[in-house]
């Protein structure tokens, strides 16, 4: 075994542990560096670390929250979801798959600018990326079935989106106004030049009946 691989061998042994999250942590330093490029990283695959990103955002490592933000934000930037729909930690040497229960981000805060189709909706997410919802970080609406409900998504980077907090759901729809998409009359909102359909305005008029 090369010395390089002992020591991601090492670095997954001690993954288990606190001082091993440390470890992780010190070969992600991107931060105050610009963004990580993790498209661009191809490192081999070592393993599942024990941490998850429940719904509400909150990263828990070992079952117990990560209470420090910092850590945090450095983890959220080095994070990438591949095609085969798993999320993982990414290194220039090293990857390890995490679980995400729906989202990694959480769209926090919105705000808008302009008018019509100059009008520009912009999110920051609990981990401080800030995003302008466009071609480049489309909006997405999905039913949410056993509720009856709406859950936004925007993306933020790669195929890494962001769920739009309810309170924030809520401010976004009040922008949103009858668009003529494809000869039908949906409900959507504007933003860069981008139209979102949020759904039809006929079920939107059955709804608040």
């Given at each position: 075994?090369?010395e390089a691989a002992d020591h991601r061998e090492e670095s997954l042994t001690a993954a288990t542990e606190a001082r091993g999250l440390e470890a992780l942590v010190s070969r992600a330093t991107r931060a105050g560096k610009g963004q990580a490029p993790v498209e661009r990283w191809n490192p081999a695959f ?164």
């Open positions: 075994m090369t070592c393993g599942d670390l024990d941490m998850e990103i429940k719904q509400d955002g909150t990263w828990f490592y070992l079952g117990t929250p990560i209470g420090r933000m910092p850590l945090v934000q450095l983890f959220s930037s080095v994070l990438r979801k591949d095609e085969d729909g798993r999320t993982y930690l990414v290194t220039p040497v090293e990857k390890v798959g995490i679980r995400v229960a729906d989202a990694p981000f959480i769209a926090v805060e919105m705000d808008v600018s302009g008018a019509g189709d100059g009008q520009i909706i912009t999110f920051r997410t609990n981990v401080g990326d800030v995003v302008e919802a466009g071609a480049a970080h489309p909006l997405r609406f999905v039913d949410e079935d056993e509720t009856g409900g709406l859950k936004p998504y925007v993306l933020v980077r790669g195929r890494l989106e962001a769920l739009v907090a309810r309170p924030v759901m809520y401010e976004l729809v009040e922008h949103g106004e009858e668009i003529d998409v494809g000869g039908k009359t949906m409900f959507a909102v504007r933003s860069k030049g981008e139209v979102y359909p949020i759904m039809p305005a006929e079920k939107l008029k059955r709804l608040s009946a």
